[in-house]
């Protein structure tokens, strides 16, 4: 076996084809954009860059094949939740059916790692956010969400016969958006909306500024400072939904005020994947024109859960109640007549949760409480480079 460092943009063109290659057979999976793997490692648009480094490799078989993959991080603003020490990252792996040959990757990465002063690696993760590109899906084998990571279920054994464990799951949830939710939500509804001071408004695209400057203060509230969170300043939030904003259907993104200051957001997206796959991994300017072809003329039936909060001085009041039926008027149609609650013909059909770590349960319960069903789980993985060290799975939110 061959294994080669990436290093110049034919051997990049290979750690995408790895990808295509070994889930080319597979009915579910989606080629993910070329632009989106290439952007992890592109040092002038991944910020991670500032307080990291990255490095990837590609694997040859006798023969020239390429059958494996692997990338390797260090960031030192990656807040790893337990006492293991620094803690790297491994992502983006892909890899034949073959021990060996995973063996292999896993070895070149923590050599690498150990050389950086790491102690333990986590895996696959993503070098930037936690949104994107985190976790193996070992459970609910449906197509992959956008920018979602997918593989064959042997990789389970494969990261688990090296000797990596299972750090934390990510359970996703799905609902039917023309089921009926429970009751409760339905009356804690009711009760707020007699308060007038409870208000709700779906964000309009024409006045994205307005609107971003109220999520910036849910957000900042509800999550600077937790889990090694920074606040978000406007500008850069207003980036992130200009960067939406030809995506975006304002009638799932939904903005809930008490006395006209904004105390819960939620943000969705229609299910991109669902016109992507079609691109085969590209996006130039004729795939830009195909995407919003097929935008326009080949509907999608599901759309895809990005941000849920409250500000923490209204938890518990059952403000997220209120938020969501708020939403479901124009997501199920519902009307509501003389206190009682009707379902139309909701705008979709599906509705999938984003990953919520098994380490908050709180949210979990949330999602529960809608009625949802889990549709996928993902396992972030841990090794320690130390194989003597007792093993701790990542601590419980309180």
């Known amino acids: 076996m061959n294994l080669i460092e990436v290093n110049n943009p034919s051997l990049a ?43 990837r490799w590609i694997l040859k078989d006798e023969r020239g094949n390429l059958i494996g993959r692997i990338a390797a991080f260090v960031n ?4 790893s939740k337990g ?49 994107t590109w985190w976790g193996l899906v070992v459970e609910g084998f449906e197509p992959p969400l956008y920018r979602m990571n997918y593989n064959p279920p042997y990789y389970k054994t494969l990261l688990e016969n090296y000797g990596f464990q299972p750090f934390f799951n990510q359970i996703c949830f799905g609902l039917n958006v023309g089921s009926r939710i429970q009751e409760k939500f339905y009356e804690r509804h009711a009760a707020l909306s007699k308060d007038p001071d409870y208000s709700s408004d779906n964000i309009k695209t024409n006045n994205l ?11 900042n509230k509800a999550w600077a400072g937790h889990g090694g969170l920074k606040q978000l300043d406007e500008r850069t939030a207003l980036k992130m939904f200009q960067s939406m904003k030809a995506v975006m259907d304002e009638r799932v993104n939904w903005i809930i005020y008490y006395k006209n200051e904004p105390i819960g ?15 085969n991994g590209k996006f ?14 080949r509907s999608c039936d599901k759309f895809v859960g990005l941000v849920f909060g409250i500000v923490p001085e209204f938890q518990g009041k059952g403000v997220d109640a209120y938020m969501i039926i708020e939403g479901c008027r124009l997501i199920q149609n519902l009307k509501i007549e003389n206190g009682q609650y009707f379902l139309g013909k909701p705008i979709y059909e599906k ?8 380490f908050n349960p709180k949210m979990i319960n949330v999602a529960e409480a809608l009625g949802t069903h889990r549709s996928r789980l993902l396992t972030t993985y841990r090794y320690l480079f130390d194989r003597e060290k007792e093993f701790k799975k990542h601590p419980v939110l309180n």
């Open 351 to 358: 509705f999938e949760m984003q990953w919520i770590g098994e």
């Open 13 to 55: 063109k290979d750690f995408i084809l790895v990808n295509v290659i070994i889930n080319k057979n597979d009915p579910n999976y989606i080629r993910p954009l070329d632009k989106d793997i290439n952007e992890v490692f592109d040092k002038e648009k991944n910020k991670t860059f500032r307080s990291g480094e990255a490095i």
């Open 83 to 131: 006492d293991d020490g620094p803690v790297g990252g491994i992502g983006f792996f892909d890899c034949i059916n073959d021990q060996q040959a995973a063996n292999l990757l896993f070895d070149t990465a923590k050599e690498w790692l150990t050389q950086k002063g790491m102690t333990a690696m986590d895996g696959p993760i993503n070098f930037g956010e936690r949104d």
């Open 265 to 279: 957001i939620w943000v969705n997206l229609p299910d991109l994947n669902q016109w992507f796959k079609y691109l």
């Open 76 to 79: 030192k603003k990656y807040k």
């Open 209 to 219: 500024s307005k609107y971003v400057r109220d999520f910036t203060i849910v957000y």
């Open 284 to 297: 130039g300017l004729i795939d830009k024109l195909k995407f919003l072809f097929y935008k326009k003329t």
